[in-house]
């Protein structure tokens, strides 16, 4: 059974730095491409940042320039640094692997 689980999450100020966290967990031989999501209240879940297998990366427009994307030492872990936080990146975020959700971790941009 594959779990992904993220961590990180909370509430920050306008122009603030959070960092996401998710861990896998079950039988996985290899690195597998990994990405981040998000859903805003009323919204649709939208893509925010991808990472391949082989460090290939792509993110959103509205967080290129402000977010990072970065694989852990552990295998299919994935770190999300979001830094200058806006109000509207305020949505809980998921990370994926393949087929897997996480439970999601709320971030909250507020003052």
């Not at 603030?16 to 597998?32: E, F, H």
């Not at 290129?64 to 994935?78: E, L």
């Not at 990146?89 to 909250?108: F, L």
Request: contains cysteine; charged residues 15%; proline residues 2%.
């Amino acid at each position: 059974q594959v779990q992904l689980v993220e961590s990180g999450g909370g509430l920050v100020q306008p122009g603030g730095s959070l960092r996401l966290s998710c861990a896998t967990s079950g039988n996985i031989s290899r690195d597998l491409d990994m990405g981040w999501y998000r859903q805003a209240p009323g919204k649709a879940r939208e893509f925010v940042a991808f990472i391949s297998s082989g460090g290939i990366i792509n993110y959103a427009d509205s967080v290129r320039g402000r977010f990072t994307i970065s694989r852990g030492n552990a295998k299919n872990t994935v770190h999300l640094q979001m830094n200058s936080l806006k109000v509207e990146d305020t949505a809980v975020y998921y990370c994926n692997m393949a087929a897997y959700w996480g439970q999601g971790t709320q971030v909250t941009v507020s003052s």
